[in-house]
């Protein structure tokens, strides 16, 4: 199995949420939920922006050693000194470095679908954003199955950096009233414009909404050679398409290949596709399975105006959909996946 057809195995799975079963290496409860950003904030010690100076390339004996050396660039919450901020992981798979993956709100690092289910890779000079809690007086990261607890970021003023900052601020206090806290800061977000507006009110909602079993809301897929956003509901509908692009320079809607010419509508605007390209290396049919029941092999539909796409994608607030078989599910916010996609698919571009 190629590398890039693995990565899109794990990316798919835990996009999917199967990642999380009790076949994962890792052991949870079948009651276990993943814990919200908000919830981890609170729950942390130490909440800091660190760069990895060094990461081994393979796992010792005791894989679960921290032994990626961090330094602190900014603390949000607490603090500590270097030594007990390392993290676990290393820097590559089989003889291969890992890119850095900047993920949206909604989204782990596909690696905690490696099982283990904590991230395991990091390179040297990258940021990220990482939580610390103490056992017996010892700080260690926390480890959270399927958490965002140890988020890559692109600076120090990353859309996550900001929006950790404000839970720092919005946990302080009574916990009994932290969900009345919370709904009144989501309504007043929703009276701001802007990127880190909206996906902070929709990463609110993930905590308020906390209990139920499936949300609304667009899902991101970040491999280190792939990408995928992609819109579910509450009914768990199988979506018809999903935006995707590689770093080979692909860029569009993966869809069935039988579906009609898909589209993309965000607010008012509609971006139109070419004819279907067929699927044409395993990572694409692998994440076109989201989209296909079986009887039909998934395509790539270029869009028309890919820079407009990406331009309208890096600032994208309104509700969007991917209309497809003549038909389009109600739209969806789309938080801050698009945004991050975007950035992603340009960079390959």
Known sequence: MRRTEKWFFIVTAVLMGVAATSSSACST????????????????????VVEVVSAPSEFGDDPSEPRVKVRAIRFLKGQASDSDLALTGVSGWNGQSVPRVVTPLSEPHFSSGL????RMFYQPGELVLAMYGRTDGTLHQIGQ????????????????VRVADRYVALTQGNAATLDARARAAQAALRRELGIEAAATVEDLGRYLDRKAKRRTGWGGANGPDDAAAVPFTADARRPDGGLFCSRSGQFGILASETTMRPALRIGDKRFKTLAAVKASTREEENSGAL????TAKPAVFHFEAPEAVLATLKTATDPAAIEAKGVSIAPIAPGDTLYRFAIRCASWR
């Open 291 to 294: 989209f296909t029941d079986g």
């Open 29 to 48: 409860v079948g009651s276990y939920r993943v814990p919200t950003n908000l919830e981890l904030v609170g729950q942390a010690e130490v909440v800091a």
């Open 115 to 118: 099982g283990a289910c904590i």
């Open 145 to 160: 199955p399927f958490s965002r607890s140890a988020e890559s970021v692109d600076s120090v003023d990353d859309l996550w």
